[in-house]
T-cell receptor
């Protein structure tokens, strides 16, 4: 089966750094995505990791360890507009390719 | 370039009625996916089209749900008859290639069944 876990809620202060963790157990792994979703809007693509290590993209970085079934999304220099849900999704390759999502982490950034 | 669009944005219907949701993928994207998020739960895969063919429909809950993609462009998802538990947000996503390509999501259709 497939299981993806991430914290339900997190809070942080404007200008700070926050790390959102995601752990997964899946029988077929092809890569891991992070999406950002503001309330009532479409999930928007943030990052994709298929190999171990850190991928940096501006204020956002994503890390993957396939042996540990673990990823994190690092947000630096937090801004109020970063308040959103952050979705971890695994590409599952059992037969056909499809995305398996975690429940999402709701991040609240305070002044 | 236009993103993935979905219509309607909201739909409120009574139990037993029929509703049809529409998704227009990004132009040139052969792969189209439907997902659903019910209250408090994670986004769950429903099915995947490659052009007009159903590649994987393992996530479809039951035979009250029918998805079509005639001509390989836009897709419709019909729920007939709708039940209370069908309430949720239905997302559509598209990608150019199927294998690990980034999926771009639409804003979703919020369906409420009363």
């Amino acid at each position: 089966g497939q299981n993806i876990d991430q914290p339900t809620e997190m809070t942080a202060t404007e200008g700070a750094i926050v790390q959102i963790n995601c752990t997964y157990q899946t029988s077929g792994f092809n890569g891991l995505f992070w999406y950002q979703q503001h309330a009532g809007e479409a999930p928007t693509f943030l990052s994709y990791n298929v190999l171990d290590g850190l991928e940096e993209k501006g204020r956002f970085s994503s890390f993957l360890s396939r042996s540990k079934g673990y990823s994190y999304l690092l947000l630096k220099e937090l801004q109020m507009k970063d308040s959103a849900s952050y979705l971890c999704a695994v590409w599952f390759s059992g037969g056909y390719n499809k995305l398996i999502f975690g429940a999402g982490t709701r991040l609240a950034v305070h002044p | 370039e236009a993103g993935v669009t979905q219509f309607p944005s909201h739909s409120v219907i009574e139990k037993g009625q029929t509703v049809t949701l529409r998704c227009d993928p990004i132009s040139g994207h052969d792969n189209l996916y439907w997902y659903r998020r019910v209250m408090g739960k994670e986004i769950k895969f429903l099915l995947h089209f490659v052009k007009e063919s159903k590649q994987d429909e393992s996530g479809m809950p039951n035979n009250r749900f029918l998805a079509e993609r005639t001509g390989g462009t836009y897709s419709t998802l019909k729920v007939q008859p709708a039940e209370l538990e069908d309430s949720g947000v239905y997302f559509c996503a598209s990608s150019q290639f199927s294998s690990t390509d980034t999926q771009y999501f639409g804003p979703g259709t919020r369906l409420t069944v009363l």
